[in-house]
């Protein structure tokens, strides 16, 4: 099954970091900007002509800091899955302005509508990722995108107002982007997804380091605990002395589990289906 990428403004082979994955920089509208994302697609995956699994990657940061890694997303790709990952507006030379987290939302909410619409996607197995800052932007898809099979947070930000008082070192980039909490209470609150919870209507995945010094373990008690709040169905993976970056066999290790994980919640859409 050849890629037909009908659906975007552009595309343009990038070099392959993984055997067998496949990189393309993609362009598509979201509101009124052209912006961009990095596709990677499992070539070796696709000789059945069967419609693949997909994740739609939300990155972490801003500008430089965070930016989507080929090879990270490629090793993903290579667990059989296309792999989707927004610059988000104002990032690696995209028109518009980065809000963390505020209209840069729709950046996502586009990027899971041209997945829908991939030649090579099967619609009812595209789920979201997000690591750090992404983690909020995965929770908005997991209350906005209908159909959306399920959302992933690793190392996420939950609370925008808990990063603010965590993140001394982020205060100044975070008060010319949103505000300070205390005068722009609306915009943090806007930014946090825990106040919104009950719309989340698709399983979580919470995967955090008990170490993590950038975005702390609570935000994964309080996201967890707003979803069991919720009625929301949600399983916490803590790793035991594991930083913000989760490295070797660590990171190996719950990738793989993670992609299982993936997998059950695939079967159980489309076992339905078959029966």
Not at 4 to 11: E, I
Not at 80 to 93: F, I, T
Not at 151 to 177: H, I, K, Q
């Amino acid at each position: 099954m050849q890629v037909d990428f009908a659906p975007f403004v552009a595309f343009a082979p990038e070099e392959s970091v993984v055997s067998g994955v496949a990189l393309y920089t993609v362009s598509y509208y979201s509101d009124d900007l052209l912006v961009k994302a990095l596709l990677a697609v499992p070539e070796h995956f696709l000789a059945e002509e069967t419609r693949l699994p997909a994740l739609l990657y939300c990155r972490g940061g801003i500008k430089g800091i965070g930016r989507v890694r080929p090879e990270r997303i490629s090793q993903m790709a290579a667990f059989g899955y296309v792999v989707l990952a927004p610059h988000y507006r104002g990032n690696e030379g995209c028109a518009g302005r980065d809000e963390f987290g505020g209209a840069d939302r729709q950046d996502v909410f586009s990027a899971y509508e041209l997945l829908r619409k991939l030649n090579i996607v099967d619609s009812r197995r595209i789920s979201a990722y997000g690591f750090s800052r992404g983690g909020v932007m995965a929770l908005f898809a997991a209350m906005e995108c209908k159909g959306l099979l399920s959302a992933v947070v690793w190392s996420g930000v939950s609370d925008m107002f808990l990063t603010y008082e965590e993140r001394v070192d982020m205060r100044r980039m975070l008060r010319r982007l949103i505000g300070h909490p205390a005068k722009q209470e609306a915009a943090y609150r806007d930014r946090t997804p825990l106040y919104r919870a009950g719309e989340i209507a698709c399983p979580v995945l919470i995967i955090h380091g008990t170490e993590d010094e950038n975005v702390s373990v609570e935000h994964a008690h309080r996201l967890a605990a707003a979803l069991q709040k919720a009625g929301v169905w949600h399983e916490k993976w803590l790793a035991e002395g594991a930083s913000h970056l989760f490295v070797g066999e660590e990171i190996e290790k719950y990738t793989r589990n993670m992609f299982a994980w993936l997998d059950e919640r695939g079967q159980e859409r489309i076992a339905p289906a078959n029966a």
